[in-house]
């Protein structure tokens, strides 16, 4: 099999040989003179494209090589940016019958090949045979039919119309002048990117080093240099094909801004980020480019004990000894916090040192898109030395239309730490409530959850009991 990949790779070297001679001009990744590329966070990328071109008055054929693999042909917009009434796209075609040893293989099936045996003295002998299907591969030599062959196979001739990379095809109706310079719009998958946050954690979880990331994944097909990059952090609604076409040439109309340093701007109702300097996005690539950063944000330690609706609703007894207690890091994402720019959705990973210096992983957790002012929690983990227990001590019914009923709980909370700590309570229960007693102060946190803070001594235990009537 590796000796019929090489005979046919060496007749696509013909291929290419004999395109290079037909009078069809090839712009090509050498013609190009700008490209600037806005990526969305949902595998979709906006590739703006802008090369010379030489063509001749009247209508011509021209290939436009080097696109993107994973191109949307049906959102492809072109202008002349030197003549932009003169320059017109009358046809085009998207090719991506690329060169392939299959490829080549198919398009030589009923017709005549050699196929080449070498024998341990390097002689060779040469054998006509037609080939009859792909999958074997099936010759016919004279009256016999032979299933594979020891030996290469080599292609008389090259077949026309393939092409070594992903092509866009036009018929150019030209009016103008003899040079112009051509900006191509196209949406692509394959391009997308996401935003990683890395928290570096104080001694006293009182203040952390944050740096943001982003990580931008090029797996398209298709490469570009000294790129204009700008990453758009927002859902767009992408339903019907129409729509997707209709944004590209719409965004054909917008030139692109000069970025002379790293800026965020909102854009419709969106965010988008601009990097400071061209960079070159190799395909087949993941690269990561610096955010932000900001030094000694303010946190807020929490712990945290969430219930269940479930717990409300129905006889329930003993809910579990020895439950996790979460332990949450809060921020708000304002200028006092150093921070105060709009933070797109991603991982955040916690760090802290140990004793030696070294820093430690101590909690990973995702954030949506947040805006400027937001408010922030992370979910670190579970607390390794506070835990609880609960347990649904009574519950009785008072009506069946509609559904109502006192439920009583007991929650005890352990603290075997050497310091003393605040747990904060939260039970979601639904439907219409009302506190009818509790042993600590009841908050409403919203229409739908009760809140307590329980102080928890070191080395000690607080118990909650409260006792809640409730409408479904």
């Given at each position: 099999?590796?000796?019929?990949?090489?005979?046919?790779?060496?007749?696509?070297?013909?291929?290419?040989?004999?395109?290079?001679?037909?009078?069809?001009?090839?712009?090509?990744?050498?013609?190009?003179?700008?490209?600037?590329?806005?990526?969305?966070?949902?595998?979709?990328?906006?590739?703006?494209?802008?090369?010379?071109?030489?063509?001749?008055?009247?209508?011509?054929?021209?290939?436009?090589?080097?696109?993107?693999?994973?191109?949307?042909?049906?959102?492809?917009?072109?202008?002349?940016?030197?003549?932009?009434?003169?320059?017109?796209?009358?046809?085009?075609?998207?090719?991506?019958?690329?060169?392939?040893?299959?490829?080549?293989?198919?398009?030589?099936?009923?017709?005549?090949?050699?196929?080449?045996?070498?024998?341990?003295?390097?002689?060779?002998?040469?054998?006509?045979?037609?080939?009859?299907?792909?999958?074997?591969?099936?010759?016919?030599?004279?009256?016999?039919?032979?299933?594979?062959?020891?030996?290469?196979?080599?292609?008389?001739?090259?077949?026309?119309?393939?092409?070594?990379?992903?092509?866009?095809?036009?018929?150019?109706?030209?009016?103008?002048?003899?040079?112009?310079?051509?900006?191509?719009?196209?949406?692509?998958?394959?391009?997308?990117?996401?935003?990683?946050?890395?928290?570096?954690?104080?001694?006293?979880?009182?203040?952390?080093?944050?740096?943001?990331?982003?990580?931008?994944?090029?797996?398209?097909?298709?490469?570009?240099?000294?790129?204009?990059?700008?990453?758009?952090?927002?859902?767009?609604?992408?339903?019907?094909?129409?729509?997707?076409?209709?944004?590209?040439?719409?965004?054909?109309?917008?030139?692109?801004?000069?970025?002379?340093?790293?800026?965020?701007?909102?854009?419709?109702?969106?965010?988008?980020?601009?990097?400071?300097?061209?960079?070159?996005?190799?395909?087949?690539?993941?690269?990561?480019?610096?955010?932000?950063g900001a030094s000694r944000v303010p946190l807020t330690k929490r712990f945290m004990v969430v219930g269940r609706p479930a717990f409300f609703r129905s006889r329930q007894g003993d809910l579990g000894r020895e439950l996790p207690v979460s332990v949450y890091l809060e921020f708000r994402n304002d200028a006092a916090s150093r921070l105060g720019m709009p933070l797109p959705a991603g991982t955040v990973r916690l760090y802290k040192e140990d004793r030696s210096g070294a820093q430690q992983?101590?909690?990973?957790?995702?954030?949506?898109?947040?805006?400027?002012?937001?408010?922030?929690?992370?979910?670190?983990?579970?607390?390794?030395?506070?835990?609880?227990?609960?347990?649904?001590?009574?519950?009785?019914?008072?009506?069946?239309?509609?559904?109502?009923?006192?439920?009583?709980?007991?929650?005890?909370?352990?603290?075997?730490?050497?310091?003393?700590?605040?747990?904060?309570?939260?039970?979601?229960?639904?439907?219409?409530?009302?506190?009818?007693?509790?042993?600590?102060?009841?908050?409403?946190?919203?229409?739908?959850?009760?809140?307590?803070?329980?102080?928890?001594?070191?080395?000690?235990?607080?118990?909650?009991?409260?006792?809640?009537?409730?409408?479904?």
């Amino acid at each position: 099999m590796r000796a019929l990949s090489t005979s046919i790779a060496i007749a696509a070297l013909g291929v290419a040989a004999v395109a290079g001679a037909e009078a069809v001009p090839v712009i090509g990744r050498d013609a190009r003179t700008a490209v600037a590329v806005t990526v969305y966070n949902e595998d979709l990328a906006l590739v703006k494209d802008t090369r010379e071109l030489a063509v001749a008055p009247g209508e011509q054929v021209v290939r436009f090589e080097d696109v993107a693999a994973k191109i949307e042909p049906r959102a492809v917009a072109v202008r002349s940016l030197t003549e932009p009434e003169k320059l017109t796209v009358v046809e085009q075609h998207y090719v991506f019958d690329l060169v392939s040893p299959e490829k080549l293989m198919e398009k030589y099936v009923g017709r005549e090949v050699e196929l080449i045996e070498t024998d341990p003295k390097l002689r060779a002998r040469v054998t006509k045979a037609v080939l009859l299907a792909t999958n074997g591969p099936v010759y016919r030599i004279g009256d016999r039919i032979a299933v594979g062959h020891p030996g290469r196979v080599v292609l008389p001739e090259p077949p026309a119309e393939l092409y070594a990379r992903p092509t866009l095809l036009w018929r150019l109706a030209n009016s103008g002048a003899a040079k112009h310079r051509l900006e191509v719009s196209y949406l692509t998958g394959g391009l997308g990117w996401t935003a990683d946050y890395v928290f570096v954690v104080d001694p006293d979880d009182r203040h952390a080093d944050v740096t943001g990331w982003v990580t931008l994944t090029n797996a398209s097909g298709a490469r570009y240099d000294d790129a204009t990059l700008k990453l758009v952090a927002g859902t767009l609604n992408r339903v019907r094909v129409r729509d997707r076409v209709a944004f590209a040439r719409e965004a054909l109309a917008a030139r692109p801004a000069a970025a002379p340093k790293f800026e965020e701007e909102a854009f419709f109702e969106y965010h988008l980020y601009t990097l400071d300097r061209p960079t070159t996005l190799a395909d087949d690539e993941t690269k990561q480019m610096r955010l932000l950063g900001a030094s000694r944000v303010p946190l807020t330690k929490r712990f945290m004990v969430v219930g269940r609706p479930a717990f409300f609703r129905s006889r329930q007894g003993d809910l579990g000894r020895e439950l996790p207690v979460s332990v949450y890091l809060e921020f708000r994402n304002d200028a006092a916090s150093r921070l105060g720019m709009p933070l797109p959705a991603g991982t955040v990973r916690l760090y802290k040192e140990d004793r030696s210096g070294a820093q430690q992983l101590v909690g990973e957790d995702a954030i949506q898109h947040t805006p400027k002012d937001g408010e922030v929690r992370l979910r670190a983990g579970e607390a390794f030395d506070v835990v609880a227990s609960r347990a649904q001590t009574d519950y009785r019914e008072i009506d069946l239309k509609p559904y109502r009923a006192e439920v009583a709980f007991r929650l005890a909370v352990r603290n075997h730490k050497p310091a003393p700590v605040q747990v904060d309570v939260r039970e979601p229960i639904g439907g219409e409530w009302t506190v009818v007693e509790s042993s600590h102060p009841a908050k409403k946190i919203d229409a739908g959850t009760i809140g307590f803070e329980l102080p928890v001594p070191k080395d000690g235990e607080t118990v909650l009991t409260y006792r809640v009537r409730v409408a479904f």
